[in-house]
């Protein structure tokens, strides 16, 4: 068994700077539209993500068409390690009429865009 313990300290010294990865990407696991007086769309979006510090969180997430153009990018300027999940909202998006559903969309200061997304059918 003592064998065991050198084998176990040089994977915990392999493994340690993967750490930073465990958090996983950001997921997107909730989301509102409402269309403003003015015409633009204000969205409430609800993140998921193992933020560790500032080395690994969630930055932002954007809402995108379904073909992926930006319509509307929501900046997110510090972890949320004991906020989890987390909502902000973006106001003053642009949706053109002819745009029905959106993609929204995560993103991490390691991993870059993935994890979850959300479609949301907009209520018009």
């Not at 809402?63 to 987390?86: M, N």
């Not at 003053?92 to 559903?101: A, L």
Request: overall charge negative; glycine content about 10%.
């Amino acid at each position: 068994m003592p064998a065991m313990k050198p084998l176990a300290v040089a994977c915990l010294a392999i493994l340690l700077p993967l750490a930073p990865a465990w958090a996983g990407e950001a997921d997107v696991v909730g989301a509102e539209a409402a269309q403003e007086s003015d015409g633009t769309w204000r969205f409430s979006v609800s993140v998921r993500h193992g933020d560790e510090g500032w080395d690994h969180y969630a930055d932002r997430w954007q809402v995108e068409t379904p073909e992926g153009r930006v319509l509307g990018t929501r900046v997110l300027l510090h972890p949320h390690e004991a906020e989890q999940p987390f909502t902000r909202t973006l106001g003053g998006v642009i949706v053109p009429p002819e745009v029905t559903e959106v993609v929204i969309r995560a993103h991490d200061s390691v991993h870059g865009d993935g994890g979850k997304v959300f479609r949301l059918t907009l209520p018009r």
